[in-house]
């Protein structure tokens, strides 16, 4: 007896399969995750293959019936997997010619599994897709909320992370609101393209059966057949680009995550996580730390390396398809779930943000943040700018050596630096003045915050979120 039998493949072989190589060449304990998937194209492609007279009636109900019935057990858990049948392609299939004998084995007309797990894994992704544009587009809404209460809290705004300016903190927010509509937008572009069919390119050169892709195609809600049979099977483009979109995206939350940490800590105090989204320590009972920011920053990597190796995995590939394809799995999954998860946990987090709006007033205060304006005002007075620069240079280093702040020199102090300062400076040294005067579009007037707020709405309305 061949041992092989079970195998939809046995047909050619002598021997059994060796054991490791079985387990080792298996893929079904990850590919299983594609079970629905495989089932809905399935069922498209046997609908086709009805419609073009290859099914009879009969074959093609019982076929359709048998998948979805096994699509229950397999939502139920109790489907019986098997590494034997290597994948979730073939253990699907034995399960419906178990059920419904010789019409289960004409399922796989004009088709190999390696248009299918093509196939299976666009399907895979495009519904994936949507669920994380939907956790995108909840991220930008509850930011832009959160800036909406902070267009009026002054913090300063950093380079070098070094006091630079007096900003807005509803403006920072929006900065990284901006970010995400980048995301967003990359996502959905990256979508156009595993929109796209494989099925009916079968191993690699297409098949004899006048299949209509066409009408596949349309049957899932794919854009359009892929062109060409050879690329169908075996290009993953699809997989690399939805990685590199959730590494970017994955970049801008751990940076995100990196200014809550730095701003949640007690050497900053900028912000106030809630309990419910940090941890404590078993041994410093005063700690407080800002778990879900940190993991956010760690997992980011793992996506970084996720892309790595697709890119890799395809490299030095030959066409069509290769076994190494087997291998582009299980790290586009945890790509998937890593970002749909930190989206997640960023979009719960974020409506529990406190700002420490006097803290945040109290470091703006401090770093001199208001010497550009200072050498402005001098600008506005006829100094040339690199003049001004020096002289505000100086007032600043009186300002550290007698630990005062700009605004508390005096005239006449200001006065063996420039002739030209007089009473009104004071007003341009304040927080709320500094952020006034840089009204320039896209910049951190609360006016201008206020309107690029506005204009997020809109944004988010046209998209159909409701705001
Ligand atoms: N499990 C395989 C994969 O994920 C399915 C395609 C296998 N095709 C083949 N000719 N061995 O790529």
Redesign the pocket.
């Known amino acids: 007896m061949n041992q092989n039998e079970s195998k939809p493949w046995a047909g050619r072989f002598t021997e059994a399969t060796d054991q490791f190589v079985e387990a080792f060449t298996?893929?079904?304990n990850f590919?299983k995750r594609l079970a629905q998937y495989d089932i809905a194209g399935s069922i498209a492609h046997a609908t086709m293959l009805h419609r073009i007279g290859i099914l009879d009636e009969r074959d093609h109900a019982a076929i359709v019936q048998g998948l979805e019935t096994i699509g229950l057990e397999i939502e139920r858990d109790d489907f019986c997997w098997s590494v034997e049948l290597?994948?979730?392609?073939m253990n699907i299939e034995a399960r419906l010619t178990d059920r419904i004998g010789d019409a289960g084995k004409r399922l796989h007309t004009g088709r190999?599994?390696?248009d299918?797990?093509?196939t299976d894994?666009r399907l895979y992704l495009r519904a994936q897709i949507d669920l994380i544009l939907a956790e995108l587009l909840r991220l930008r809404k509850v930011l832009v909320d959160l800036a909406e209460r902070e267009v009026d809290t002054i913090m300063p705004g950093f380079t070098h992370l070094q006091v630079a300016q007096p900003i807005s903190l509803g403006h920072h927010f929006m900065a990284w609101y901006e970010m995400l509509v980048r995301d967003y937008d990359r996502l959905v572009d990256c979508r156009k393209r595993v929109n796209v069919m494989p099925l009916g390119a079968a191993?690699l050169a297409g098949t004899s059966y006048p299949l209509d892709r066409h009408l596949t195609a349309s049957l899932l809600q794919f854009d359009r057949p892929a062109a060409n049979s050879l690329d169908a099977v075996s290009d993953r483009d699809f997989a690399i680009e939805f990685t590199a979109v959730a590494s970017i995206t994955l970049m801008h939350l751990s940076r995100f995550s990196e200014e809550l940490v730095v701003w949640t800590s007690a050497q900053f105090g900028f912000i106030g996580l809630p309990d419910a989204f940090c941890t404590g320590s078993s041994i410093m009972p005063q700690k407080k730390n800002p778990d879900v920011p940190e993991l956010v920053r760690g997992k980011t990597g793992r996506v970084f390396g996720h892309l790595m190796s697709l890119l890799t995995l395809m490299k030095g590939q030959p066409l069509a398809?290769n076994?190494d394809?087997?291998e582009?799995?299980e790290p586009l999954f945890d790509a998937v779930d890593t970002l749909r998860n930190c989206l997640r946990a960023f979009a719960d987090m974020v409506p529990h943000l406190q700002a420490n709006r006097t803290a945040l007033r109290r470091a703006a205060l401090q770093g001199y943040a208001t010497a550009t304006d200072l050498a402005d005002y001098l600008v506005r007075k006829g100094v040339p700018f690199r003049d001004a620069h020096e002289i505000v240079g100086k007032s600043v280093r009186l300002g550290i050596e007698t630990e005062r702040d700009l605004s508390d020199l005096t005239l006449d102090e200001f006065h063996a630096f420039s002739p030209l300062i007089e009473e009104d400076v004071y007003r341009c040294l304040t927080l709320e003045g500094s952020l006034q005067s840089r009204n320039t579009f896209g910049g951190t007037a609360p006016a201008r915050v206020r309107e690029a707020i506005a204009e997020a709405r809109k944004q988010l309305e046209q998209i159909g979120m409701p705001s």
Do not use: C, M
């Open positions: 298996a893929s079904v590919d290597e994948d979730v392609h190999s599994r390696n299918q797990v093509a894994t191993a398809y076994k394809n087997q582009d799995k």
